[in-house]
């Protein structure tokens, strides 16, 4: 359902309740240290704020948003739009970005990575926006990333991925795979016992690339046991029986699992229909955040782990305030992802880029955002590395019956992202 069809569906008392949650959200909001609050228009003229003919005037600045809100893919990139939405709502509530307001153009890549290509190149040519948030998936991503560089384009991607790549272009909000997928494996070898290794994943870049590094750390880098199988399946599969049949041959210590999507509802319920449970097989996942549980459901995930840097279940002030925000603006059952905490940043990343370097300029933006600090993000401290990914925790979360997680692991310092390892290539 549309935001302007939630927002006519509901009474003018919960509507009053809504604003008093979004104004109280502000109180936690990711505020770049060292930054005005408040700007105004007068003070930044825009003939000196916009000298590259983007979509900007005296009152308001347009940028695009670029994610599946059809296909397999909208089960996980839902959260994202809603998250940046609400980023996008406070900001406007605070007064905008240099005394302008922002206006949203917002395109459906429909799961398909040429619609993503086609899309992007509108909002970066036709619509001329300051920015896009967008994406989730890696075949997504690189789709639209030579429509970026050839047009100077400035991309937020939240989603956790495989590394292995760096552009002028592109600030990515998620982990990237040493922050994941290693810290995931080393936990699961030290805390689990895990030695024997099945790597499941769905068939495009992300899962692939991501299963090539953990077999390069499971058997050659950290020298972690052995994998004792490897499987990929296309996006939106839904049999997976002879998949279960080779892991209950294979008997591994641990499922290792890159599922993507809609395929995912399938991957859960029939592992469980198999008698692989949590209670007595031990699986990690990359790929399962509170926005898949939706679909998969919490009694089929349950005991089971998630790799992220972000549970809805974090237990601190400013998560509190944005949960309750959230749910304020989308309803008391909408549930926060990893990545839809991730997308939530994008916006406020933006913002305080732009103050610093008083410009919407593409290049100004991204030579101001190393460096810049979101002290009450809902994760916690983040922090922009020159590398445009983000210094972050990484932690591990179990799957419990209600579909939230707890989270059982947590790196005791930030992670430097490091999106080309040595060893790994």
Not at 249 to 269: E, H, L, M, R, T
Not at 308 to 328: G, I, W
Not at 358 to 367: E, N, Y
């Amino acid at each position: 359902m549309s935001q302007d069809r939630d927002d006519q569906a509901q009474h003018p008392t919960q509507m009053d309740r809504q604003r008093r949650m979004l104004m109280q959200g502000l109180a936690a909001l990711p505020v770049a240290a060292g930054l005005p609050s408040v700007a105004n228009a007068q003070q930044f003229p825009t003939a000196k704020v916009n000298t590259t003919k983007l979509a900007i005037t005296d009152t308001e600045v347009t940028v695009g948003q670029l994610h599946s809100a059809t296909g397999t893919m909208a089960i996980s990139e839902t959260g994202s739009i809603q998250a940046e939405q609400l980023a996008i709502d406070q900001i406007n509530a605070m007064g905008g970005i240099l005394g302008r307001k922002i206006k949203v153009i917002k395109e459906d890549g429909a799961s398909d990575w040429p619609t993503f290509a086609e899309k992007s190149k509108k909002l970066l040519v036709n619509d001329k926006v300051a920015c896009v948030f967008g994406c989730w998936t890696s075949a997504s991503r690189k789709a639209v990333l030579p429509i970026f560089e050839k047009e100077n384009g400035l991309l937020y991607y939240p989603t956790f991925y495989e590394g292995l790549e760096q552009s002028k272009n592109v600030i990515y909000t998620g982990q990237e795979a040493t922050q994941q997928i290693l810290y995931g494996l080393d936990w699961a070898n030290k805390e689990k016992k895990a030695k024997t290794f099945f790597l499941v994943g769905s068939d495009y870049i992300w899962p692939r690339t991501s299963m090539k590094i953990a077999r390069a750390h499971i058997e050659r880098v950290a020298k972690l046991g052995k994998v004792v199988g490897e499987e990929y399946y296309p996006l939106g599969h839904t049999n997976f029986n002879s998949l279960i049949n080779k892991i209950k041959i294979a008997k591994p210590d641990c499922i290792f699992a890159a599922v993507v999507g809609g395929s995912n509802v399938a991957f859960y319920k029939q592992l469980k229909a198999a008698g692989i449970t949590g209670a007595k097989q031990f699986l990690l996942t990359l790929s399962v955040t509170e926005d898949e549980m939706t679909g998969v459901g919490g009694e089929n995930f349950a005991g089971f782990y998630s790799s992220m840097k972000y549970f809805q279940s974090l237990d601190n002030e400013n998560n509190k305030k944005f949960v309750a925000a959230f749910k304020a603006k989308y309803g008391p059952k909408a549930v926060i992802g990893d990545v839809t905490q991730a997308a939530y940043l994008g916006p406020w990343l933006w913002k305080a880029a732009v103050e610093k370097a008083g410009s919407f300029d593409v290049a100004k933006v991204t030579a101001a955002s190393p460096g810049i600090e979101l002290k009450t993000a809902p994760e916690g401290y983040v922090k922009v590395h020159e590398n445009h990914h983000l210094w972050s925790k990484a932690r591990i979360g179990q799957g419990l019956p209600d579909g939230t997680f707890k989270v059982v692991a947590e790196s005791p310092q930030l992670i430097e992202p490091n999106p080309f390892p040595k060893g790994y290539q």
